[in-house]
């Protein structure tokens, strides 16, 4: 099957992307507005760029309905941070709850019976029920796209990292049994991702 993206509907395309990109690590961002209003979505557009400094990506879609830009974008870009909590197993129900879209006004933290604890060097707070929390300023915006469909990179520097003792280990290692994250996939599936295998990483050709 060969398929021209451009002749399809967004929604088509949408689908073939996100059912062939998988899995997918899910962001659960924390936000907070200029009014001091706390938000808390997923989005499983979301991955590493570097380690030095410590970045990272995740990516907002633009909504064909009023206002376009989700509460998330929206804070991000007015406050300049924003917290990344980690999806394990246990909250898997809870963050879904979380992706309802709603009026600013309202607080997902209440909504899923999440805790919200202070951060350490940014404002919005963190899902004190996650187990790992990644603090982060706002390097840069990049929008894709116009109208219903496109999207907005957000990238960040973490400048505060949290974990709970379950998942760390000496070493800076991080259990991945202990930490049991989930996957997203298409559409209302999502995955485990303890059933893992390893494989030699090949010797680079270019050092001596």
Not at 104 to 133: I, Q
Request: aromatic share 8%.
């Amino acid at each position: 099957m060969d398929i021209d993206p451009q002749t399809l509907p967004q929604r088509e395309v949408s689908k073939l992307l996100s059912g062939t990109v998988v899995p997918r690590p899910i962001a659960w961002v924390s936000t907070i507005s200029v009014d001091g209003q706390p938000n808390l979505a997923p989005f499983s557009y979301f991955n590493v760029v570097c380690p030095n400094p410590p970045t990272l990506l995740f990516c907002t879609g633009v909504r064909g309905i009023e206002p376009p830009q989700k509460d998330t974008y929206t804070n991000v870009v007015a406050t300049g941070e924003f917290v990344v909590n980690f999806v394990s197993e246990h909250l898997a129900e809870a963050m879904n709850i979380t992706a309802i879209e709603a009026p600013p006004d309202v607080n997902e933290f209440e909504r899923a019976s999440l805790t919200a604890v202070p951060s350490a060097k940014v404002k919005p707070p963190r899902v004190a029920e996650s187990l790992a929390h990644f603090e982060c300023r706002l390097l840069e915006t990049i929008a894709i796209g116009e109208g219903a469909g496109g999207g907005n990179i957000v990238i960040g520097t973490v400048v505060h990292m949290h974990f709970d003792d379950r998942v760390f280990r000496e070493g800076n290692y991080i259990d991945l049994e202990a930490f049991r994250p989930i996957g997203r996939l298409s559409g209302s599936a999502y995955c485990h991702v303890q059933d893992s295998f390893s494989l030699q990483r090949p010797r680079s050709e270019l050092r001596p």
